[in-house]
C-alpha cells in the first residue's frame, strides 16, 4: 500500500519512524509493504532530514491526489479548517484516510463518516482519543454487540499529571502547573487541557461511538480543575477520595448526557490508581460488564501507535475486499439530556464569614433547594472566614445550582466551589 502523509510534525515523525523502524515486523503481519510516497508540509527539510529522498516531499494536496498509485492519506496537520478541506477532498477523491485530529471529529465525525460511506472507502481515528490506548476500535468491533451504559475516562494526562502531585506532594496548583510546563507535561498556554476542553472533544466522540448518535463537541459541557485548591486535596485524602478530572458520558433512560468535570474518586475505584500523564477509561455494558483500558494518552509513540494500527487495519479490509458501508457507526437519533437533567452525589466547598447564624443559613439553603446533606467538615478560620466542606446525598445538577446562586446571593459567603463524587465499587 502506497500511503502520503499530510504534515511532518512530532506525531508524524513518529508515525513515519515507526513504520521505518518496525518495516519487516509489519511486512511479516501483513503480507506487504506500507511505503511512504509522499509527506506533505510547508518546510521541505523537515521532511528531508527523515531520510527521504527530494521527489517524496510534497506542498499541495494536489500533488498527492494526482498519484492514483497512492490508496490512503493520513492527515496529521490538525486543527479543523484545512483538515477539514483537505480530508473531504481527499474522501471524495475516493482515499482512505486515517487521522488523529480528535478537535476535526469531535466536530464532524458523521459528516466525515457518512462521505466516507458515500465514496466506499475508510475513515479511522482510533489517535483521536487517549492516544495509543486501544479504544474506538473496541467499541467498534469488540464491545459492538453490547449495550453500553456509561463510559467515565481521565481523557487529559497533564491535569492528571497536575491532579496526582497536588495529592501525592502536597503542592498547590499553579506551582504544580510550572513543573508540569518544565518537564513537558503541559502547554505554554494550558487553557484547553486545564479548563476540560481537551477531555471534552474526546468525550464528544466516544459518546457518538458508544450510543451510535451524534455528540458534538459544543453539546458536552466542561468544567476544568483550575479551582481545585489544598484545602480540597486534603479533605479528598481525610474521606478516603481521590480528585480527578472525569469526562463522562452516560445513557440515561434513552437519553445521553456528556460531561466533564471534577470528581472525587473513591480509593477503591479502579481510577484512582491512575496517576501521572496516563490515561484510562472505564466503561460499563450488558453484558460485559465493567472494562478499564490503561495506557499513555498522548506523545509521539503512542500515538503513532495507533495511527499505524488504522493503516494497518484498512490494509486488512482491503484485502478481505470490505466496503466502508459496512463501517458506518451513527445510525441512531438520540435525544441528548441536559446536565442539569442528572443525579449525583456532591463535593461542595464553601468559603463563609465566620459569624453566627451563617452556618444554620447554609444549611438551610440546601435544604430548601431539597438537598440533603451527608458530612460537614469546618477548616479553621483564616482571615475572618471558614471553610466548609460538604458531602450530599444523591441530587439533581439542578437542585445544586439553585443551591449555589442562592448562596452566592448572600453577604456572608464569598466562594463556592463544587465537584462531582463518584459512588463506591460494588
Do not use: W
Amino acid at each position: 500500500m502506497n500511503i502520503a502523509i499530510l504534515g511532518c510534525g512530532t506525531v508524524a515523525t513518529g508515525t513515519i519512524k515507526l513504520l521505518q523502524n518496525n518495516r519487516q515486523e509489519i511486512i511479516k503481519t501483513l503480507g506487504e509493504e506500507i511505503t511512504i510516497r509522499k509527506v506533505m508540509d510547508l518546510y521541505p527539510d523537515k521532511v528531508l532530514s527523515l531520510g527521504f529522498p527530494k521527489e517524496v516531499y510534497c506542498s499541495s494536496l494536489d500533488e498527492i491526489l494526482a498519484d492514483e498509485s497512492i490508496s490512503l492519506i493520513v492527515e496529521l496537520i490538525g486543527g479543523t479548517t484545512a483538515a477539514y478541506s483537505f480530508i473531504t477532498r481527499a474522501l471524495k477523491a475516493g482515499r482512505h484516510i486515517v487521522t488523529a485530529n480528535k478537535d476535526l471529529i469531535a466536530l464532524y465525525s458523521k459528516e466525515l463518516d457518512t462521505l466516507a460511506g458515500e465514496n466506499n472507502v475508510f475513515l479511522m481515528y482510533e489517535a483521536s482519543v487517549a492516544g495509543g490506548i486501544p479504544l474506538l476500535g473496541p467499541l467498534r468491533r469488540t464491545l459492538a454487540a453490547n449495550k453500553i451504559q456509561s463510559i467515565y475516562g481521565i481523557l487529559n494526562g497533564t491535569t492528571n499529571y497536575i491532579l496526582s502531585h497536588m495529592t501525592k506532594d502536597g503542592s498547590d496548583y499553579l506551582t504544580v502547573l510550572k513543573q508540569a510546563q518544565e518537564l513537558g507535561f503541559a502547554e505554554a498556554n494550558p487553557a484547553s487541557d486545564v479548563g476540560g476542553a481537551d477531555a471534552a472533544r474526546k468525550v464528544a466522540i466516544l459518546a457518538s461511538l458508544a450510543f451510535h448518535t451524534r455528540v458534538t463537541y459544543p453539546q458536552v459541557h466542561h468544567e476544568g480543575i483550575t479551582t481545585i485548591t489544598e484545602a480540597d486535596i486534603r479533605f479528598a485524602r481525610q474521606e478516603g477520595y481521590v480528585p480527578k478530572l472525569l469526562g463522562v458520558t452516560r445513557e440515561i433512560n434513552g437519553s445521553v448526557v456528556s460531561y466533564v468535570r471534577p470528581a472525587l474518586v473513591p480509593e477503591s475505584h479502579p481510577l484512582a490508581s491512575v496517576n501521572e500523564a496516563y490515561n484510562a477509561v472505564y466503561l460499563v455494558g450488558d453484558p460485559v460488564e465493567k472494562v478499564m483500558l490503561y495506557g499513555k494518552g498522548a506523545g509521539a509513540g503512542p500515538t503513532a501507535s495507533s495511527v499505524a494500527g488504522d493503516i494497518m487495519e484498512i490494509c486488512r479490509r482491503l484485502r478481505r475486499e470490505g466496503t466502508a458501508r459496512d463501517d458506518l457507526p451513527f445510525y441512531e437519533d438520540k435525544p441528548l439530556m441536559d446536565i442539569t437533567e442528572t443525579v449525583n452525589l456532591y463535593y461542595v466547598r464553601i468559603l463563609a464569614a465566620d459569624k453566627p447564624k451563617v452556618l444554620a443559613g447554609i444549611a438551610g439553603a440546601f435544604g430548601d433547594h431539597d438537598i440533603s446533606i451527608e458530612s460537614l467538615v469546618q477548616e479553621p478560620r483564616k482571615n475572618g472566614y471558614a471553610e466548609l466542606m460538604i458531602l450530599t446525598h444523591a441530587a439533581s445538577e439542578a437542585s445544586l445550582q439553585a443551591t449555589i446562586y442562592d448562596l452566592m446571593q448572600r453577604e456572608y459567603i464569598k466562594e463556592v466551589n463544587t465537584m462531582i463524587v463518584l459512588e463506591e465499587e460494588e
